[in-house]
C-alpha cells in the first residue's frame, strides 16, 4: 500500500535531493532518439526494445539529476524481469498533498523525450504538482502486463518518499501510450493503491488487436519478449493490455473482452488530431470514446484542427484544468458497477478470486441500501468474491439479502466481512440452511451454494 513518506511540503528540490540520497548517481545519458520500429520482421532483443533486465551487477536504485527540476531513477528490483526507469518532476513550490500528472510516452519514445515534447511537465509543475514519467519497462511496451507491473513499483517508489494526493492522480497518454494509461486506469482499481482520478487518451492505440492487424512490425508483438504469440493465437493477453477488442479485418467489436467497462468511474477525454496520418488510431479513439458512452461513463472527444501526431497537439493548460476540477470517485449505494476481472485481487469494493487464470472474471454489482441487499450477477469464472458490508453501506442489524448469478454454473463461494456478531440463522430459497460458516475473529461470514443453481438468493438475519 501507498504510504505518502515525507511531509515537508513546499522544501521543493531539498525534496528530490532526499530521494536521492544514497543511491547510485550517474551522469544523465543521451536522450532516445526512438519512434523508428525496433524490428525488421524479426523477433527483437533486450537491446532493440530500448530496455535493461535486472542484473544482480547493477546497483537497486540509480539517480541522475535532470534540466528542469527533473530526477531520472533507474530500479533495479530483485523478482522483476525488467529493470525501471521513470523521470519525476519536483516543483519549486509543491503542494501538500501534491496531485501527480503521470505521462505515458509513445511508440518508442523514452521519459526524457517526453520532458521535451509536451508542455504538460512545465504546466503541471508550476501549479505545485509532481510529474512522474515511467518508461514501463522498455519503449515498445504497448501497456503489456508487466510493464504495468513496473509502474507500480514506481509509484510505491514516490509514494514513500513525497507526499502525494491519493484522490488527485491523473492519468495521460500518447499514442501507444494513451492506451497503455487506459489499460493501466481500467486494471488499477484497489482503493489501497493507486488509481486514476481521471484520465486523457491522446489518439491512443487502445485496442491491440487492431493495432497488430495494422502495424507494420506483427513480430514485435508476436515476440517472446513481448505478448508471445498473435491476437489469434492467445486473445487473452491482448484483450487484457486493451481497454476495447475490436477486429477491422472482420468488422467486429468483442464487447465481452472489453476492459473499458472498468473505467465508469473515471472521467475520460478523448484527443486526436482530425487530419492525423494514422486514421486508424483515430478510429480506435473513437471507439473507446463509443464504448464508455455506452457503457455509462462520463466521456468526451476534442478534436484538433491539425495533422500531425505529436504530444504538442494537446493543450497543456486545457488539459490540467480540467484534471483539476476531478477528484477520485468509487461506486456507491445505488449504483449498477460493471467489472471485469483479468487476474485475482481488489476491484473496487470487491475482492475477486478467479477459477481459472488467464481469462477474464466478470461481474454486475450493485449495493441497494433501501432493502439492505447486494447484487452479484452475470459472474463467469469465479471461485469466490469477497467484499464488507461497511463498503457496500449495508445493515447487519436488518435482514440483509445476497442475491448471485452465474453464467457459467459455478457459483463463487461468497465472503462479506464487516458483521459485529454471528447471524441468527442464513435462509437460502426461502428455508434455514447449514451451509456457511462465521469466523468471529474476522467478523466474516461465508455461504456456499453446494449445488450448481444459476440464481442463489441467501438471506442473513441478524
Known amino acids: 500500500m501507498i504510504q505518502a513518506g515525507i511531509r515537508n511540503g513546499r522544501q521543493g528540490w531539498k525534496m528530490a535531493l532526499t530521494m536521492a540520497a544514497g543511491l547510485t548517481l550517474a551522469a544523465p545519458g543521451a536522450l532516445a532518439q526512438g519512434s523508428q520500429a525496433p524490428t525488421a520482421g524479426t523477433s527483437p532483443s533486450v537491446e532493440d526494445l530500448g530496455g535493461m533486465t535486472v542484473s544482480s551487477f547493477a546497483p537497486p536504485l540509480a539517480a541522475a539529476m535532470l534540466p528542469g527540476r527533473m530526477l531520472e531513477i533507474t530500479m533495479n528490483v530483485p523478482g522483476q524481469v525488467w529493470q525501471e526507469r521513470f523521470v519525476v518532476g519536483i516543483p519549486s513550490q509543491m503542494q501538500n498533498p501534491a496531485p501527480v500528472l503521470t505521462m505515458f510516452h509513445g511508440y518508442g519514445e523514452d521519459p526524457r523525450d517526453v520532458m ?7 504546466e503541471a509543475m508550476s501549479r505545485g504538482w509532481i510529474v512522474f514519467i515511467p518508461l514501463g519497462a522498455h519503449h515498445f511496451n504497448y501497456g503489456i502486463d508487466y510493464a504495468q507491473d513496473n509502474i507500480e513499483d514506481g509509484f510505491e517508489f514516490l509514494g514513500a518518499r513525497l507526499p502525494i494526493d491519493m484522490d488527485r492522480i491523473y492519468g495521460v497518454g500518447f499514442s501507444m501510450g494513451g492506451g497503455a494509461a487506459a489499460s493501466y486506469a481500467a486494471r488499477h482499481l484497489d482503493p489501497e493503491h493507486v488509481q486514476f482520478a ?31 504469440a498473435t491476437p489469434d ?6 484483450q487484457r493490455s486493451s481497454t ?51 457503457l455509462g461513463g462520463s466521456t468526451e472527444e ?63 454489482w450493485s449495493s441497494q441500501t433501501g432493502v439492505n441487499a447486494l447484487y452479484l450477477v452475470d459472474i463467469k469464472n469465479a471461485a469466490a468474491i469477497a467484499t464488507d458490508l461497511r463498503d457496500q453501506q449495508l445493515d ?42 462465521f469466523d468471529a475473529a474476522t467478523g466474516t461470514l461465508t455461504v456456499e451454494e453446494t449445488g450448481a443453481a444459476t440464481w442463489a438468493h441467501w438471506v442473513i438475519l441478524p
Open 396 to 437: 447487519p442489524a436488518r435482514p440483509m439479502h445476497v442475491i448471485a448469478q452465474t453464467l457459467d454454473g459455478h457459483a463463487p463461494i461468497l465472503r462479506i466481512s464487516g458483521f459485529t456478531q454471528a447471524p441468527s440463522s442464513v435462509n437460502y430459497r426461502g428455508r434455514v440452511v447449514s451451509n456457511w460458516s
Open 116 to 122: 521535451t515534447r509536451s508542455s504538460l511537465p512545465a
Open 244 to 294: 476495447v477488442d475490436s477486429d477491422p479485418g472482420a468488422g467486429l467489436v468483442d464487447t465481452n473482452a472489453e476492459m473499458a467497462r472498468n473505467l465508469g468511474t473515471i472521467p475520460l477525454q478523448n484527443w486526436y488530431a482530425v487530419f492525423d496520418v494514422n486514421q486508424t488510431i483515430i478510429e480506435q479513439t473513437v471507439l473507446l470514446d463509443e464504448r464508455v458512452g455506452a
Open 198 to 228: 481521471a484520465l486523457v487518451n491522446h489518439t491512443g492505440t487502445t485496442s491491440l488487436r487492431a493495432t497488430y492487424q495494422t502495424s507494420n512490425d506483427t513480430a514485435l508483438f508476436s515476440s517472446p519478449l513481448m505478448f508471445g
Open 302 to 364: 476534442i478534436v484538433v484542427q491539425s495533422a500531425v501526431h505529436q504530444w504538442g497537439t494537446l493543450d497543456p493548460i486545457a488539459v490540467i484544468d480540467w484534471f483539476e476540477s476531478k477528484t477520485l470517485s468509487a461506486p456507491g449505494p445505488g449504483d449498477v458497477t460493471r467489472t471485469l476481472a483479468d487476474r485475482d485481487g481488489r476491484w473496487h469494493s470487491l475482492q475477486i478470486e478467479q477459477r481459472t487464470a488467464g481469462d477474464f472474471t466478470p461481474v454486475l
Open 233 to 238: 493465437q492467445n486473445p487473452f493477453v491482448y
